[in-house]
């Protein structure tokens, strides 16, 4: 009893010492930002109009007031394989860092031994063993492993949470693409009918006397180039329909079904100040979390350095039915400690602490890379946005004055005033402005999504509060 009260004070003094050994903590964001991003001067407001200074919200998806979009990136969010595989790095993760948080307990192991006089060496030994060891963490070696392992939790977590909002963005941009190449396709579709009008007012034209063969013909191969290029315009709606489908988890058949509009035009999104990005958007935390693990890393390789002590204790039992076993008491106790003492690796634990320096200045460069293209993203997402909202407005005006303009040539041709070839002019020219127009609807709606992600901001719909307890 005397000496298991000696282990258990031996215990208390250890874990007192443990205690006593603070960790340095990690650099900050505010820090990281300044030793990565020196020369960066943050302005107080984007500089690219169009956004608010409002915080930027969640649940970015339910704007597009589309609830077949919804379903689509559920449906993505459930069966998409890559977001599968980083679900799966995050419990890696979290099990990595449970698992080098572990050794800050003591081990106990249990050996026994039993048989007849005629099993194993024939010794006829029974008995058991209990060891218990317990490593004290004077310089906090195993307690940095414990931190860089739980940032690396933080960091996969972080990155996990970056790809949920990308696929949901890939999946948006996906959905209106191929809403695009179906409102393509009817504009190719009005394009033939068109031109097939022309093919027969040409040949009744012919009959009557005040056409010609030329006329026909040039009729009849614009009405071809116009089939050709619905056919191909039909080819790209079917691979952007595979694109979404892959992406959703289905097999690509080209038969999933879009919206036949793209939404509305959507008012000003809340993109909050530069200054709050790099502590929003995952992929940043993310980095920043990263270089917390490689400075925690270093702290680890410098405390591997000095000695490493471990308390010992266990109870033993033996007995023997060959011989007597004499001055044994049952069972025995123990205590004791161990020392070990790097003395001489060849340099090889120095050389590890520089290592884990030379990665921390790696990981400080990642964070600044992710963080520079987080503010040139949201910054080109702004500008692209405004530039194709503007670029709609030209086009819709420009559509309206082509098609009155189509409409007068026609005319003129049907009377004989005008030639085919004004008329197959101002087709093109009609033409090429609507498929413009859808064009630029579709890439204000995509530049929009890009935005959003670009912001951090989340696509789930915040949850509402807790109802208070009265």
């Not at 315009?233 to 999933?256: D, K, M, N, T």
């Not at 400075?295 to 011989?323: C, D, H, M, Q, Y």
């Not at 997402?381 to 030209?394: D, H, P, V």
Request: proline letters at 4%; aromatic letters at 6%; charged letters at 20%.
């Amino acid at each position: 009893m005397k000496r298991r009260r000696l282990s258990l004070a031996v215990v208390a003094s250890s874990a007192a010492l443990a205690a006593a050994c603070v960790l340095n903590k990690p650099p900050d964001a505010a820090a990281i930002k300044a030793e990565g991003m020196p020369k960066v001067a943050v302005p107080p407001q984007w500089t690219a109009p169009g956004a608010t200074a409002a915080s930027v919200g969640d649940g970015w998806l339910a704007t597009f007031q589309d609830p077949a979009l919804e379903a689509v990136v559920n449906e993505a969010l459930a069966n998409n394989a890559d977001l599968q595989v980083a679900a799966s790095r995050v419990e890696v993760a979290m099990l990595q860092a449970k698992q080098a948080g572990a050794r800050l307990y003591p081990s106990v192991d249990l050996l026994t031994r039993g048989g007849t006089k005629l099993s194993g060496d024939n010794s006829g030994l029974q008995g058991g063993l209990v060891t218990a060891s317990w490593e004290l963490d004077l310089w906090g070696r195993v307690r940095y492993g414990r931190a860089a392992a739980a940032a690396d939790a933080a960091a996969t977590a972080a990155d996990f949470a970056y790809a949920r909002q990308s696929l949901a963005a890939l999946v948006a941009k996906s959905w209106f693409l191929a809403t695009e190449a179906s409102l393509q396709a009817e504009v190719a579709r009005g394009t033939v009918r068109d031109s097939d009008e022309l093919v027969h007012l040409a040949e009744t034209r012919a009959r009557v006397g005040v056409g010609n063969d030329e006329d026909i013909y040039i009729a009849r191969a614009d009405a071809g180039t116009s089939r050709d290029l619905l056919r191909d315009i039909e080819l790209s709606r079917e691979q952007a329909l595979r694109a979404l489908e892959i992406v959703v988890g289905r097999y690509p058949a080209a038969a999933a079904t879009v919206s036949a509009s793209l939404p509305s035009q959507l008012p000003g999104v809340p993109a909050g100040l530069p200054s709050e990005l790099l502590e929003r958007r995952p992929d940043v935390v993310a980095a920043e979390r990263r270089v917390a693990a490689a400075f925690n890393r270093i702290g680890e390789a410098k405390a591997a350095r000095l000695p490493v002590i471990a308390l010992t204790s266990g109870v033993s039992t033996i007995s023997s039915e060959l011989f007597f076993l004499k001055d044994h008491d049952n069972p025995v106790w123990n205590v004791g400690a161990n020392l070990v003492m790097p003395l001489f690796r060849g340099g090889a634990l120095k050389a590890q602490v520089e290592i884990r320096t030379a990665e921390q200045k790696q990981a400080v460069a990642a964070y600044a890379a992710v963080g520079l293209r987080a503010f040139g993203e949201v910054e080109n997402a702004l500008a692209t946005e405004i530039a194709a909202r503007e670029r709609e407005q030209i086009l819709a005006q420009t559509l309206a004055d082509n098609r009155r303009a189509y409409d007068i040539v026609q005319t003129q041709f049907r009377v004989g005033s005008s030639d085919l070839r004004f008329v197959t002019q101002r087709q093109l020219a009609l033409n090429i402005t609507e498929s413009a127009l859808v064009r630029m609807q579709a890439e204000q709606r995509v530049q929009r999504v890009n935005l959003f992600l670009a912001l951090g901001g989340s696509f789930d719909q915040p949850k509402p509060p807790a109802p208070r307890s009265h």
